[in-house]
C-alpha cells in the first residue's frame, strides 16, 4: 500500500514541486496550503493531489487536520514542513508582528506537525520528516533577523528530533535552499535581487523541482541511514 506524506504550503512553489515529486515517487500525498484558495484549487484540479486548508502555525489546527487526514487517507508516514512566510526588513524597522509570525508559521509550524505525526510513525517504526531550512538559517541576510532565526531553528529542531527518532527508524532531515525562482523570491526588490544572484556560483535561480530532488531522497527507502543532515541546494552561494 502507498505511503501517505503530507506536504505543507504544498500547492504552489518549492512545495508544489515535492507534491508533484512524491506522487510520482508512489506517495499518496496531501497538500496543506495556508491562503491562496483559487492556487489551491487549481493545483487539485491539475494534479488530482487534494488539497486542504489550514494555518501551520495553529497547533490545534493541526493536530485536527492531521488526524483527519489520517483517517481518510491513512496513517501519515512522511511530512514535509515546507510553509514559510517572509516579513522582510532591518530590524529597527520590523514590528514584532512581523517578528512573531515568522516565528509562529515557519518555526511553530514544524513543531505542530511533528507534534502531530511524530509520535504514530515512532509507533510504527517508520518514518521521515523533511524541513525546508534556507540559506539565509545558514548564513544570515540583511533585512530577515526574523527569517534567519526561524530557519536557523529548523536547522537545531532537525537535529534535536533526529537524535529522538532514531532508534524508532524515523529520519529528520533539512535541506537549505538558496534562491529558487518562487513567488517569494520574486518579491525581492529587483536591484537587491540582482546583486544576490550575481553572487551564485551557478549564476542562476534554483527551480523548485531541483529542491524537490533533495526530498525524493531523504523520503526514500534506502536513506534510512541519513538522518540529522543538511542538504543545501544553493548553486554554490554558501558551502557550508
Ligand atoms: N549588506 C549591507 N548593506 C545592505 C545590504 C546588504 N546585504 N542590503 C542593503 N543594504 C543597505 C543599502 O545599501 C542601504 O544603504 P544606504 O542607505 O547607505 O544606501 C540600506 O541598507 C537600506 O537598504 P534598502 O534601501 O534596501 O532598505 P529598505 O528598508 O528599503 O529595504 C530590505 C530593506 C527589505 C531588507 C531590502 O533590502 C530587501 O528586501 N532585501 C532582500 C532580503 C532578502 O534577501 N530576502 C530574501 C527573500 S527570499 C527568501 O528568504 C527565500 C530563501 O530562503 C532564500
Redesign the pocket.
Known amino acids: 500500500m502507498a505511503r501517505i506524506a503530507i506536504v505543507t504550503g504544498g500547492t504552489r512553489g518549492i512545495g508544489e514541486a515535492i507534491s508533484l515529486t512524491l506522487q510520482e515517487q508512489g506517495f499518496t500525498v496531501a497538500a496543506n496550503y495556508g491562503g491562496n484558495i483559487e492556487a489551491a484549487k487549481a493545483f487539485t484540479a491539475r494534479t488530482g493531489i487534494p488539497s486542504y486548508r489550514w494555518d501551520v502555525g495553529d497547533h490545534e489546527a493541526c493536530i485536527h487536520n492531521c488526524n483527519d487526514i489520517a483517517a481518510e487517507l491513512g496513517p501519515i508516514d512522511v511530512v514535509v514542513n515546507n510553509a514559510g512566510i517572509?516579513r522582510?526588513?532591518?530590524l529597527h524597522?520590523m514590528s514584532f508582528d512581523d517578528w512573531n509570525e515568522v516565528m509562529r508559521i515557519n518555526l511553530g509550524g514544524c513543531f505542530n506537525m511533528a507534534k502531530a505525526t511524530f509520535p504514530g510513525m515512532r509507533e510504527r517504526g517508520w518514518g521521515r520528516i523533511v524541513n525546508i531550512g534556507?540559506?539565509?538559517?545558514q548564513a544570515g541576510?540583511?533585512?530577515?533577523v526574523n527569517?534567519a532565526a526561524a530557519?536557523s531553528g529548523i536547522h537545531g529542531f532537525t537535529k534535536a528530533l533526529a537524535q529522538e527518532g532514531a532508534k524508532f527508524g524515523v529520519t529528520v532531515n533539512a535541506i537549505a535552499?538558496?534562491?529558487?525562482d518562487t513567488d517569494?523570491?520574486a518579491?525581492?526588490?529587483a536591484p537587491?535581487?540582482e546583486?544576490?544572484v550575481a553572487k551564485i556560483p551557478v549564476g542562476r535561480l534554483a527551480q523548485a523541482n531541483e529542491i524537490a530532488r533533495g526530498v525524493t531522497f531523504f523520503t526514500s527507502e534506502d536513506a534510512g541511514f541519513v538522518t540529522g543532515s543538511t542538504m543545501s541546494i544553493n548553486g554554490g552561494q554558501h558551502m557550508y
Open positions: 517572509t522582510d526588513g532591518v524597522k534556507s540559506i539565509n538559517g541576510q540583511y533585512g530577515q527569517y530557519k535552499p538558496g534562491y529558487v517569494m523570491v518579491a525581492v526588490p537587491v535581487l546583486k544576490i
